[in-house]
């Protein structure tokens, strides 16, 4: 019951049993953090917030390995972090080392900002899966959407709760930093 806290469901392929060893899901969640302003989305240098989620990695595995779980290196942007500012929609995704396991996570994020907080999709997959995901996350993200009064345009600014954080803040907590 603790892992399945604050999942709203899962969505996975028709073609797949959500067991079947080739499948991957996208974990569905909300986030109610308040509105996340997206003034900073096109300025943000997100090589540097790369560099700077590496430096965390060895606090988080030191961590991860005191609770018996595998390091995790971030070997990179498996798709860089983009912003659709028509859509209030950021997607990026991670490509992972999990200890010495011989195929590269993929952890594909689709995040959807609305008036009082975040919906978000997460995929966790093989790297290999990266082209079949990222077909799909368009097709998730078009699905997805809040109901009238609860939109981004929605918005009362002075009444509604804002967020703590902007676009990059969100793609950094996204990640564990």
Avoid: C
């Avoid at 996340?36 to 943000?44: G, I, L, P, S, Y």
């Avoid at 240098?45 to 560099?51: P, W």
């Avoid at 290196?73 to 912003?83: D, I, K, M, S």
């Amino acid at each position: 019951p603790d892992a399945a806290d604050g999942v709203l469901g899962m969505i996975f392929p028709a073609r797949f049993k959500p067991l079947d060893g080739p499948s991957w899901g996208a974990v569905i969640s909300y986030q109610d953090s308040g509105y996340v302003a997206d003034k900073d989305a096109r300025d943000t240098d997100y090589d540097k917030l790369l560099d700077d989620l590496r430096k965390s990695e060895p606090e988080q595995n030191a961590e991860r390995e005191k609770a018996g779980y595998a390091s995790l290196h971030l070997v990179g942007w498996a798709e860089r972090p983009t912003y659709d500012a028509t859509r209030h929609v950021v997607i990026w995704a991670r490509d992972l080392k999990a200890g010495n396991a011989s195929v590269d996570t993929l952890n594909y994020d689709i995040r959807l900002l609305g008036r009082k907080g975040v919906l978000s999709l997460n995929v966790i997959s093989s790297i290999n899966d990266l082209p079949e995901v990222r077909a799909a996350a368009g097709h998730i993200a078009d699905q997805a959407a809040f109901v009238p009064g609860q939109t981004y345009a929605d918005f009362h600014k002075g009444q509604d709760k804002m967020a703590e954080y902007g676009v990059a803040g969100l793609i950094a907590a996204g990640v564990g930093a």
